[in-house]
């Protein structure tokens, strides 16, 4: 079994696959620029299946997979680097999903991001949020702002993650990486402890309940610089989400809080290029003036994309604006283009 694992990891390295899942009754699957392409092998088996669980987890792992029936692990190939391997059951047997986190840490330019983003890491204090859908690249753009920090600035930087999918070594920075349920039991518990722990920059992998936003917050609040992903597809629904977690008097305290802290959103996602043979970053960054500032406070969201088309001298811009610069600059094909923009009616002249 250990070599059809490493043949599967080889493969993928080979192919420069983002994912496999490994499926009961279906070949190996490898997503490749995107597009889920099943190997040319025979499809799995149950009886292999409950094998590569048993050789990829711990007794620890084992245990606890048992009890709870999912669970997210870290795991290093040589061929394909850093990976997170998602474990879950159907039908009373393992199936798994696995992302693959390479060896480093692409560039800016190599990610796609705006100069902007470069500016928001080196803030001193205040809230970025980094949202999108899953497999956007979030983690990718939370951890080169990481690194960012690690080589520019010398301070403390605490990560909560589930799992860790990049190790960061101590550049001019101390860096702390807690992984959940390795070294810490949950987000929030964490976030608590980290507070007495003197940081400058706290990560926090996903914001994803009321305890965790609401401690993100006060951590911001407080005068650390706080980077975290959520799972929104745009910065409306972002900041939308964010408030809509609380109630009552809680709610007018969060949007208080949100509205003195944040320091910028970036909405990211990853679309196929016009030659198929990439994926391409599309995105919208919204930038704390005084005007956001403003309408998160009095709870005015739908001037948001205003705001933002006025914005660009600020770095800002909306999603259909970027997806509009990517097929003028011939990175996406129009179609594509069409088919992920919020306003489609925007495109319907740009055809050449």
């Not at 390795?182 to 914001?207: K, N, Y």
């Not at 975290?228 to 977690?245: D, K």
Request: hydrophobic share 40%; glycine share 6%.
């Amino acid at each position: 079994m250990e070599e059809k694992l490493n043949n599967l990891f080889c493969v993928a390295a080979q192919y420069y696959a983002s994912d496999l899942h490994l499926i009961c009754g279906v070949p190996p699957a490898y997503r490749v620029q995107g597009e889920i392409i099943l190997a040319d092998a025979d499809a799995l088996t149950a009886d292999e299946l409950d094998e590569i669980t048993t050789k990829i987890l711990n007794e620890e792992q084992l245990k606890k997979f048992d009890q709870e029936w999912e669970i997210c692990v870290a795991l290093n190939h040589p061929a394909v680097g850093r990976m997170r391997a998602t474990l879950y059951k159907r039908s009373g047997h393992p199936e798994l999903s696995i992302r693959f986190c390479g060896f480093g840490i692409p560039s800016r330019e190599e990610l796609g991001l705006p100069a902007k983003i470069d500016e928001l890491a080196r803030k001193p204090n205040g809230i970025i949020i980094i949202t999108g859908p899953t497999g956007s690249g979030k983690t990718t753009t939370l951890n080169y702002l990481v690194n960012l920090i690690n080589t520019e600035r010398r301070c403390k930087i605490i990560t909560i993650e589930d799992p860790i999918e990049f190790v960061h070594e101590h550049k001019r920075a101390i860096v702390i990486q807690q992984e959940v349920l390795t070294d810490t039991h949950s987000f929030s518990r964490a976030l608590v402890h980290v507070l007495r722990q003197d940081p400058d920059v706290i990560v926090v992998g996903e914001m994803r309940e009321y305890q965790t936003i609401a401690t993100a917050l006060t951590a911001a609040e407080t005068g650390h610089l706080v980077m975290a992903t959520l799972h929104a597809p745009n910065v409306y629904l972002a900041i939308e989400r964010i408030i809509g977690v609380f109630e009552g008097n809680a709610q007018k305290q969060v949007i208080f809080q949100l509205a003195n802290t944040l320091q910028g959103i970036i909405a990211q996602d990853l679309i196929p290029s016009v030659d198929r043979t990439r994926r391409v970053l599309a995105y919208e960054l919204l930038i704390s003036t005084s005007a956001v500032r403003n309408i998160i406070r009095e709870n005015n969201l739908h001037q948001l994309e205003n705001v933002m088309q006025t914005g660009a001298k600020e770095g800002m811009i909306l999603l259909d604006n970027c997806l509009k610069e990517l097929y003028c600059k011939a990175q996406i094909s129009y179609d594509v283009a069409l088919s992920r923009a919020h306003n489609p009616e925007k495109f319907t002249y740009s055809k050449s």
